[in-house]
């Protein structure tokens, strides 16, 4: 069944990078890692026939937020990029914490009661996801105030972002 | 055996996992601030697949949102990260102590 074979490859591929941001010396590796894990994502999405998802995926995550965070990266690490390295405290405390959350979620899904879904294979259901005729609908009929919400929310973080990084010199109390 | 709706969420739940290790382990607060959006993204698989797993239109929909405010959540989080570099001339969190003791 090569789907199969996809599906661990990107998911492989996915959780490997992402392993590599967190681990990685240098900031902008660990940037351009983050990349690679978002394409991954996107991939799996398009295995879940969730194509529109799949593209706005690449061009909001991959083409505007790493490109923001490559941006920032460079412009303000002043290590030369590079990492102290981690104490053993440190290891050891973020090791357990991960181990704990990861056993939780694992149980959580294991134990979730998924076996009326878990027995369908994707092939033998439609994909609702696949037509954009269907996001039209649903963004434009059920979900339309959330869209103006949301609309507003993008214009108060563009005012926010721009008040943020002004700089007031004749005001002594935004200091 | 054909991949059915568990295995993706064991992906969602690796990568959450990851992400939240990530945000334990570094000093980086721009790391840590990838890390988060790690943990975001694997929610969003989660939900697509139960979406499709459901034959229902409404996860789908709410990852679009989704997507939307963490666009506009990563212009404002980005931009306090600079705002604090120009005043403290750090980004390491170790050394972002103003408010111990």
């Known amino acids: 069944m090569s789907p199969d074979i996809l599906f661990y490859f990107f998911a492989a591929l996915t959780a490997g990078s992402a392993l590599a941001v967190v681990l990685n010396k240098n900031t902008i590796a660990?940037?351009?890692?983050?990349?690679?894990?978002?394409?991954?994502?996107?991939?799996?999405?398009?295995?879940?026939?969730?194509?529109?998802?799949?593209?706005?995926?690449?061009?909001?995550?991959?083409?505007?937020?790493?490109?923001l965070f490559l941006f920032i990266v460079m412009l303000l690490d002043t290590y030369g990029g590079d990492r102290k390295p981690f104490k053993k405290t440190t290891i050891v405390a973020a090791s357990f914490g991960f181990a704990l959350l990861a056993l939780g979620l694992l149980t959580f899904v294991q134990r979730g009661g998924q076996e009326t879904l878990a027995?369908?294979?994707?092939?033998?259901?439609v994909p609702v996801g696949a037509?954009?005729?269907?996001?039209?609908?649903?963004?434009f009929t059920t979900y339309l105030l959330p869209v103006q919400i949301v609309g507003f929310l993008l214009l108060i973080a563009m005012l926010g972002v721009i008040v943020l990084s002004k700089k007031f010199e004749g005001l002594e109390d935004v200091k | 055996m054909t991949v059915g709706i568990n295995e993706?969420?064991?992906?969602?739940?690796?990568?959450?996992?990851i992400g939240f290790f990530g945000v334990l382990l570094r000093k980086n607060t721009l790391v840590i601030y990838m890390c988060l959006e790690l943990m975001l993204v694997a929610s969003t698989v989660a939900l697509v697949a139960f979406s499709r797993f459901n034959r229902t239109m409404d996860g789908n929909v709410f990852v679009f949102f989704i997507l939307t405010v963490a666009a506009a959540e990563v212009a404002v989080g980005l931009a306090i990260i600079v705002a604090l570099f120009r005043r403290r001339q750090t980004i390491q969190v170790e050394e972002l102590n103003a408010l111990k003791n």
């Open chain 1, 131 to 139: 037509s954009l005729r269907a996001y039209g609908e649903q963004l």
């Open chain 1, 119 to 125: 027995t369908a294979s994707p092939a033998e259901l």
């Open chain 1, 30 to 67: 660990s940037a351009l890692c983050l990349l690679v894990s978002l394409v991954g994502v996107a991939s799996i999405f398009v295995l879940l026939d969730a194509f529109l998802l799949a593209a706005l995926m690449v061009f909001v995550y991959a083409g505007a937020v790493v490109a």
């Open chain 2, 8 to 17: 993706y969420l064991y992906l969602s739940a690796v990568l959450f996992a």
